[in-house]
Structure formats: C-alpha cells, structure tokens
C-alpha cells in the first residue's frame, strides 16, 4: 500500500470513528448521534489501525514523497478538518474539561481554583471525566477566554459548547496549514514537506483536530509569530498570545530572540511586547492562574523514560522521595545537551531552525509528554531545512499515540488494561529512550562529518 493510500485510510479511519458517535473512544456529548453504540473493541481496533497507517503514510511520504501536488495536499488536508470539527472529539477527554472551564467563567466561578466537582449537578461540569474532577484549569489567560465564549454561546449545552471550541481549533489547524504552505509555495519540495508535516500529517489530524487539543491555538500563534518577525511589535504580539494559551509554547520564542541577539533594539521591542502581553492576561486572570502550572510543571507522564527512571531510583534508594526534582534537573540537562548536537548538526542558524531545534529537543527531553505535545515541533520543523529529524519526529509521534491508546479512563473494557500497563508504562518508556539516545546519535555523528569534511578550495583571485 503506497503511502498516499496509508495517510487516506488513517484519515478516514479517524472521521469513520467520530461518525459512530458515543464509544470507549468518544465520550457522549448529548447531542445528535447515529445511536450505533459500537462495542469498545472495534472502536479502539480502528483507532490503532489508523495510527498505524497514519505512522506508515506519514514516514512513506516524508521518505519518498508523494504523487499528488502539495496544492492538493493542503486542500484535502484542510477538508478533512473541517469535516472533524463538525465530529465529536475522539482519542482523549480533554475537551470536557475546556467546557467546564468555560461554563466556569460563564456563571463567574475561578476555573483556576475550582473543578468540575465544585459545580455538582451542573450539565456541562458534570460530564468532565476522572480524574481530572477536581483539577483546576492549567491553561493560561487567552485559552481561558475562548473557552469562555465557547461556554457563553453554548450557555448549558455541552454538545454546543464543544462544537463552538471544535470550530476554533480546527480554524487554527487550517490557519496554520495555509501559513505553511504560503511561506513555502515558492519551493515546491518544502511545499510539499511542509503540506506532508502539517496539513495531510493523518496523526496531526488525530490527535489535534480529532482530539481538539489547546495546542493547536498555541502553535497557530506562534508559527505566525515566526513568520511576522521582520515586525517585531507583531511578532512579540503573537508569541505573547501563544505563551498565554500554553506556557511551553514559549520555547519557541528563543528563535527570534537568538536571531536579533545582535539586534537590541528590535530584540527589546519583541520581547517588551510578548511580556506585556502576557502579564496583562494574567493580571486579569490573577496569580492564583499560576498556581496551578506550577504544581503540574513536576509531574511525569507514564510513558515517558523519565517515569522507568523514577521508579529506578525509588527501587534502589528508597520510596521516600518522588525524585521530581532530581529528575527535573536531568531532564533540563538532556534538552540542552540534545539541542546543542541538534544545533551543530542541522544547516541554518535563524529563528526557525533555532525555534525547530529546541521545539524537538523539548518534547524527546520533557519527563511529561502527552502525543499532541508533539505538534509544536512538527509545525516547526515544517519551517527549517529538511533532514532525518522529521523521521525521528514521526516516530516519537507513532509511539506516543500508540502507548495513549485512548487517551481516557472511562469506559476501558478489562480485558484491555495491557495496552496502559504494558504498551504505555513498560514498551513505550524504552522505545522513546532507544529513539532519543539514536537522535542524539545521529546529530552528534552528523556534526562531526560536518566538522572534518574538506571544505571547497577559495577562488583565485
């Protein structure tokens, strides 16, 4: 099967799921459905074949192109978004919990220091699934201000509060498609890698559109930030509104900042603009938006390696101790280490193959990974030169979305918990880590061919 085919199947897999309506996959929304009520199994079986073929066409198409135009790529790409926006979100849960910050906001509870158990009885608060029941919102000031137009338009009706925040990620998704694809229509190969990392990427489509994950708004900020920073006013704009949606999106802006290093003036009017921005978001919010981030900024995700090590050392030295902030520290050392092989191995030295750099850096070195994490290096990367990185970012993406196998607690059939306790906590950990310790590998290899390879004799004069 050739991987146009691949990336066509996972695509229509993934609309196939949102079409069967309420499952093991797609929580219930309460609005219209075919009232199939497929069984969990057949539910989660097409979401792993479309991981599958989305892993195979996305890898095929990165390794040996593809027959149809990049034109086409887009197109179809933005179609099938906004085809799932019109779906009930699959894969994960996390939508719940937006409505209910949403609907938090709308009847004038702080979503930063209430859950959804603090409205009991409520339509919206109370479909927010375990255990995100008593978490408060760790999303920043403008991703709280969407959800609450989406919770002021849908007033006391879920299925309308998500469709109104279906819309608005699927708008970022394809805005950021055109982005890319206008940024690079003047080199047909980076148009088409750009289309096949972006808009037509099948695990894109699941996990951002189908999964209707906040990351999306972030990333459309700052892809146009990047894009914007021969005007740094708008630019600093922009990355100050993508930090305010998701505080990680923020690594994004060391790119333009190393690129105007020599340019203090611009630099100042960037940075002072992106600061603004955000400080301002979260004076309205209050500090108490802070609290929150800070207390999550420690956790570890199962599937991250950093989790095996943990247990590692609470094995050897005792079980006193959760080791975060050893593991924080190493985690930080890993990122830079890995960036700066990635620095020295990859062409170009401007904001974007800087913002690229350490975009791919963070989401392999991070000890809290989640598989939408992802789409913010691949939007990068998108931008910078191409190079076996979107190889290894595909599988990093392969991986996660296969050990998330869904993304969700409720409603998983028993005879299924081997997909968390053996793919998400035990295979995948050791998969990421063979993967990290080979991307360093090759960027450190890379470099040093770089280094010794003879360089082209000077013209005579």
């Given at each position: 099967?050739?991987?146009?085919?691949?990336?066509?199947?996972?695509?229509?897999?993934t609309?196939?799921?949102?079409?069967?309506?309420?499952?093991?996959?797609?929580?219930?929304?309460?609005?219209?459905?075919l009232?199939?009520?497929?069984?969990?199994?057949?539910v989660?079986?097409?979401?792993?074949a479309?991981?599958?073929?989305?892993?195979?066409?996305?890898?095929?198409?990165?390794?040996?192109?593809?027959?149809?135009?990049?034109?086409?790529?887009?197109?179809?790409?933005?179609?099938?978004a906004?085809?799932?926006?019109?779906?009930?979100?699959?894969?994960s849960?996390?939508?719940?919990?937006?409505?209910?910050?949403?609907?938090?906001?709308?009847?004038?509870v702080?979503?930063?220091?209430?859950?959804?158990?603090?409205?009991?009885?409520?339509?919206?608060?109370?479909?927010?699934?375990?255990?995100?029941?008593?978490?408060?919102?760790v999303?920043?000031?403008?991703?709280?201000?969407?959800?609450?137009?989406?919770?002021?338009?849908?007033?006391?009706?879920?299925?309308?509060?998500?469709?109104?925040?279906a819309?608005?990620?699927a708008?970022?998704?394809?805005?950021?498609?055109?982005?890319?694809?206008?940024?690079?229509?003047?080199?047909?190969?980076r148009?088409?890698?750009?289309?096949?990392?972006?808009?037509?990427?099948?695990?894109l489509l699941?996990?951002?559109?189908?999964?209707?994950?906040?990351?999306?708004l972030?990333?459309?900020?700052?892809?146009?930030?990047?894009?914007?920073?021969?005007?740094?006013?708008?630019?600093?704009?922009?990355?100050?509104?993508?930090?305010?949606?998701?505080?990680?999106?923020?690594?994004?802006?060391?790119?333009?900042?190393?690129?105007?290093?020599?340019?203090?003036?611009?630099?100042?009017?960037?940075?002072?603009?992106?600061?603004?921005?955000?400080?301002a978001?979260?004076a309205?919010t209050?500090?108490?938006?802070?609290?929150?981030?800070?207390?999550?900024?420690?956790?570890?995700?199962?599937?991250?390696?950093?989790?095996?090590f943990?247990?590692?050392?609470?094995?050897?030295?005792?079980?006193g101790?959760?080791?975060r902030?050893?593991?924080?520290?190493a985690?930080?050392?890993?990122?830079?280490?890995?960036?700066?092989?990635?620095?020295?191995?990859?062409?170009?030295?401007?904001?974007?193959?800087?913002?690229?750099?350490?975009?791919?850096?963070?989401?392999?070195a991070?000890?809290?990974?989640?598989?939408?994490?992802d789409?913010?290096?691949?939007?990068m990367?998108?931008?910078?030169?191409?190079?076996?990185?979107?190889?290894?970012?595909?599988?990093?993406?392969?991986?996660?979305?296969?050990?998330?196998?869904?993304?969700?607690?409720e409603?998983?059939?028993?005879?299924?918990?081997?997909?968390?306790?053996?793919?998400?906590?035990?295979?995948?950990?050791?998969?990421?880590?063979?993967?990290?310790?080979?991307?360093?590998?090759?960027?450190?290899?890379?470099?040093?061919?770089?280094?010794?390879?003879?360089?082209?004799?000077?013209?005579?004069?």
């Open positions: 099967m050739s991987a146009s085919l691949c990336t066509a199947a996972s695509v229509l897999l609309i196939v799921i949102g079409l069967l309506g309420p499952s093991a996959v797609v929580p219930d929304l309460g609005g219209p459905s009232g199939l009520a497929p069984g969990p199994h057949l989660i079986g097409l979401a792993a479309a991981i599958v073929l989305g892993g195979l066409g996305l890898l095929g198409g990165l390794a040996y192109g593809s027959r149809l135009p990049p034109r086409l790529l887009v197109v179809l790409g933005c179609t099938a906004a085809v799932l926006a019109f779906l009930p979100p699959s894969g849960a996390d939508h719940l919990n937006y409505a209910a910050y949403g609907r938090m906001v709308a009847l004038g702080d979503p930063y220091t209430h859950g959804a158990a603090d409205l009991p009885g409520d339509p919206i608060a109370g479909a927010v699934e375990e255990p995100w029941r008593e978490e408060a919102s999303y920043g000031p403008v991703a709280t201000a969407v959800q609450a137009l989406a919770g002021w338009v849908g007033g006391g009706s879920l299925w309308l509060t998500v469709l109104v925040l819309l608005v990620n708008a970022a998704f394809i805005a950021t498609g055109l982005l890319l694809d206008r940024f690079t229509r003047d080199d047909p190969a148009r088409l890698r750009a289309a096949l990392l972006w808009t037509a990427n099948p695990l699941y996990q951002l559109v189908a999964g209707m994950h906040v990351d999306t972030a990333i459309a900020c700052m892809v146009a930030a990047l894009l914007a920073r021969s005007r740094p006013a708008g630019s600093g704009l922009l990355l100050g509104l993508g930090v305010a949606v998701k505080l990680n999106a923020g690594i994004v802006a060391l790119g333009p900042a190393w690129e105007l290093r020599r340019r203090p003036g611009r630099l100042v009017v960037m940075a002072g603009v992106a600061l603004a921005v955000v400080v978001g979260y309205l209050g500090l108490a938006a802070l609290e929150p981030v800070s207390r999550t900024s420690k956790a570890i995700s199962h599937a991250s390696y950093w989790k095996t943990q247990g590692m050392l609470q094995a050897l030295v005792g079980e101790s959760a080791y902030g050893e593991i924080q520290v985690s930080l050392l890993v990122l830079a280490l890995l960036a700066w092989a990635l620095f020295r191995a990859l062409p170009g030295r401007d904001a974007l193959a800087v913002a690229a750099v350490l975009s791919v850096a963070y989401v392999f991070t000890p809290y990974i989640l598989p939408w994490y789409g913010l290096a691949f939007a990367v998108a931008m910078a030169g191409a190079s076996l990185v979107d190889r290894f970012l595909a599988g990093h993406l392969v991986i996660l979305s296969l050990a998330y196998l869904p993304a969700r607690v409603m998983q059939p028993t005879d299924l918990e081997w997909l968390r306790t053996v793919i998400r906590q035990q295979v995948a950990p050791w998969a990421l880590l063979a993967l990290t310790l080979a991307l360093a590998g090759w960027a450190w290899t890379t470099a040093a061919r770089a280094r010794t390879r003879p360089q082209p004799a000077a013209p005579p004069r």
